[in-house]
């Protein structure tokens, strides 16, 4: 069954330092992978997407993210995290199951910002 | 545009009493998606709607009802609340169910406690 997991549940980074997240999904075809954010009482915000080409792909506020397709991952980076990062973050797959996309989250990683 | 908006923000019910959490998206999305969020358990899919006049089950539709009003609006329906339910409701939206991986776009959620 298609699965998308996130090894870490929380992680703690001081501002300025880098970020790494990771996921890693189970799927047989060509995924389609998503990194959502979510602040404190807020909804979902969509950060990036990757649906083919280039391997490493741009999103909002900073952040990228690698596919790499040998080790089953799409881990999400930035080079220098402000406090504002502060958020919960989400990685999900998108199976096309019983006629219609399901996307499947990750349980998410809670990322906290020292000052 | 508002996007994806969600009454109640916040509710408290009994145990057994009934209600309706409202959706509505002014994106002329075709698709419409309820999901609950509890911790630990990222998102869980509990009915989507793939055009207007359609509604189908997701992961976790036990418990609930949902309406497909106009291609606007799609409500989610505790008929019964239980304990069980006390959970975070986020709405979404895309352009279609089967398209190349349509990006869902959530609403700011609907906190719920059954007590």
């Known amino acids: 069954a298609q699965s998308v997991t996130q090894p870490d549940i929380h992680i703690t980074v001081s501002e300025g330092a880098s970020l790494e997240l990771r996921c890693n999904y189970s799927?047989?075809?060509?995924?389609?992978l998503f990194w959502y954010v979510q602040s404190p009482g807020q909804g979902l915000q969509l950060l990036l997407k990757?649906?083919?080409?280039?391997?490493l792909v741009q999103g909002i506020k900073g952040f990228e993210a690698e596919f790499k397709r040998s080790q089953s991952s799409f881990n999400l980076r930035k080079p220098s995290v402000h406090w504002s990062d502060a958020a919960e973050y989400f990685c999900?797959?998108?199976?096309?199951?019983?006629?219609?996309?399901?996307?499947?989250f990750g349980a998410g990683t809670r990322l906290a910002v020292h000052p | 545009n508002a996007g994806v908006t969600q009454t109640p923000k916040f509710q408290v019910l009994k145990t057994g009493q009934s209600m309706t959490l409202q959706c509505a998206q002014d994106?002329?999305?075709?698709?419409m998606y309820w999901y609950r969020q509890d911790p630990g358990m990222g998102l869980r899919l509990i009915y989507y709607?793939?055009?207007?006049?359609?509604?189908d089950k997701g992961e976790v539709p036990n418990g609930y009802n949902v309406s497909r009003l106009n291609k606007r609006e799609f409500s989610l329906r505790l008929e019964s609340a239980a304990p069980s339910q006390t959970s975070v409701y986020f709405c979404?939206?895309?352009?279609?169910?089967?398209?190349?991986?349509?990006?869902?776009?959530f609403g700011p959620g609907t906190r719920l406690t059954v007590l």
């Open positions: 979404a939206s895309s352009e279609s169910v089967d398209g190349d991986a349509d990006t869902q776009y």
């Open positions: 799927y047989g075809a060509t995924p389609y």
């Open positions: 990757y649906f083919s080409g280039d391997t």
């Open positions: 999900a797959v998108v199976t096309f199951s019983g006629g219609y996309n399901k996307l499947i």
């Open positions: 994106m002329n999305h075709n698709s």
């Open positions: 709607s793939a055009s207007e006049g359609t509604t």
